[in-house]
């Protein structure tokens, strides 16, 4: 009788300490089980060289959304990059969202930088104010070549 007890509380113990793993892997990982607390936005770009889906998106160095997915557009020519924005995080309809590079090599992320509008954009709107991301390599190669203006 006393093994089956200590059998049942070493099971029970090793099922709370799964799901806490499991948890701090969830967490730590930045992952969503249940949709959470979002609305989708979109905005077109030139180029989003190096933005992967899942970036980090940013208002004032704090992150506010993630980067849902990012799709080619063969009639604009353009690469669409859908946002998930946290409810509650107002973007006036004049914000600017930007590539940027996080450290001199890091990561890419795309940083908002809010508007004076008074115009909200609802759920599934459209960011018109974009900057492409930074291409050094080509940068560098019109500088090498002499075709800085």
Do not use: N, W
Request: proline letters at 1%; aromatic letters at 6%; hydrophobic letters at 45%.
């Amino acid at each position: 009788m006393k093994r089956a007890a200590l059998e049942t509380i070493v099971g029970i113990f090793v099922l709370v300490g799964i799901l806490c793993l499991a948890y701090l892997s969830i967490k730590l990982g930045k992952m969503e089980l249940i949709g959470g607390d979002y609305y989708e936005v979109h905005a077109d770009f030139a180029s989003v060289s190096g933005l992967k889906s899942g970036a980090s998106v940013e208002i004032a160095g704090v992150e506010v959304g993630r980067v849902e997915r990012i799709v080619f557009e063969p009639k604009s020519g353009v690469a669409r990059v859908y946002l998930r924005i946290r409810a509650g995080v107002e973007l006036a309809d004049d914000v600017i969202a930007s590539v940027r590079t996080r450290g001199i090599i890091g990561d890419k992320f795309l940083q908002l930088k809010p508007g004076g509008s008074e115009k909200i954009i609802a759920a599934g709107g459209r960011i018109r104010e974009t900057e492409s991301a930074i291409d050094f390599e080509e940068l560098l190669s019109k500088y090498i070549h002499g075709q800085v203006e």
